[in-house]
């Protein structure tokens, strides 16, 4: 395998695990990420997100609901990065 083959695997890898996050940010929808996670309260010019900022963000989970989807999230985007990456 070439590295520009490494490289085409690993942003494929990246760009998948972004569609995961915002497939399952609009899954659980706003109202029970609100209430599920924790955001940030102040916000500054270095902080400030633009939509799809805020579509991915979730924030820190403070529910055990919050526990759950993060869990599922990062297992679901593990293994398909695993597998782009290594198997195919």
């Known amino acids: 395998m070439t ?6 695997r690993i942003l494929s890898a990246f760009f998948t695990a972004l569609v995961i996050i915002y497939i399952i940010a609009k899954m659980v929808g706003e109202r029970r990420k609100a209430i599920w996670f924790k955001k940030r309260t102040k ?9 799809l900022g805020e579509t991915w963000h979730f924030g ?12 599922l999230m ?12 290594f198997a195919v």
């Open 3 to 8: 590295e520009l083959d490494q490289v085409v």
């Open 43 to 51: 916000s500054t010019i270095f902080t400030r997100r633009g939509v």
């Open 60 to 71: 820190v989970p403070c529910k055990w609901q919050g526990f759950v989807v993060s869990f």
């Open 74 to 85: 990062f297992s679901i985007i593990g293994v398909v990065s695993y597998l782009m990456i």
